[in-house]
Structures are given as C-alpha cells and as structure tokens.
C-alpha cells in the first residue's frame, strides 16, 4: 500500500469513528434532556405512537449522518492522529452510555429542583 492510500484510510476511519461516537453522545444527551423535560418530550415526539423515542432517534442519527459526511470531506485526504481521536470516540460513548441510565436522569433532576 503506498503513503496516499494509507493517509487517506486514516482520515477516512477517523472521520467515521468520531462521528459514532458523537453521535451516540448526542443520543445520551437526548435521552437525560427528555427526562427531564415534558416540553423537550413534546418536542421529541416527531411520531405520536411511539412517542419521544421517534425523535430522539432520528436527531441522533441525523446528527451523526452529517458529521460524519462533514468529516470525511475536511478528512479523507489526511493523515490524523487515530490513537487521539479513538480516545476522544471512546469518551463520548461512556458518556452517551451514561446519559442513558436512569441514575443519571436521578441526579440531573436533583440538581434543578
């Protein structure tokens, strides 16, 4: 394999890993936010018999479509640092994983009452 294919999968799999990991974050963040808010449930329930699911859903995936392609394109042709932005990807999952537990949903609403 020569260096410009080997830049260029680096960038590429940086781009699509952040970009899970964003998304996933932003998933978790939906998730406390519609706890914790009968106004952000309302807003989230794009289709009523599912409710704010629906919403909660599609935003997250929206969002990490579009970083995603966002991020291939600055990314495709550069050489990034993998290691870095794995850590940084692995962070953002523990977070979203925590936004998702009802402990969590708990203490946030201790915190504003």
Not at 10 to 18: D, M, R
Not at 48 to 66: D, K, Q
Request: charged letters at 10%; one cysteine or more.
């Amino acid at each position: 394999m020569n260096k410009t294919n080997s830049q260029g999968l680096t960038g590429v799999a940086s781009a699509a890993i952040l970009s899970s990991g964003i998304g996933i974050f932003v998933l978790g963040v939906l998730t406390t936010l519609k706890a914790s808010s009968e106004s952000i449930r309302k807003v989230l329930s794009f289709y009523l018999p599912t409710g704010p699911l629906s919403g909660l859903s599609t935003i997250a995936v929206c969002v990490w479509l579009i970083v995603w392609f966002v991020l291939h394109r600055f990314w495709k042709d550069k050489e990034l640092n993998f290691q870095k932005i794995f850590t940084v990807t692995i962070i953002l999952i523990a977070l979203g994983f925590l936004g998702s537990f009802p402990l969590l949903f708990e203490i946030f609403f201790e915190a504003y009452e």
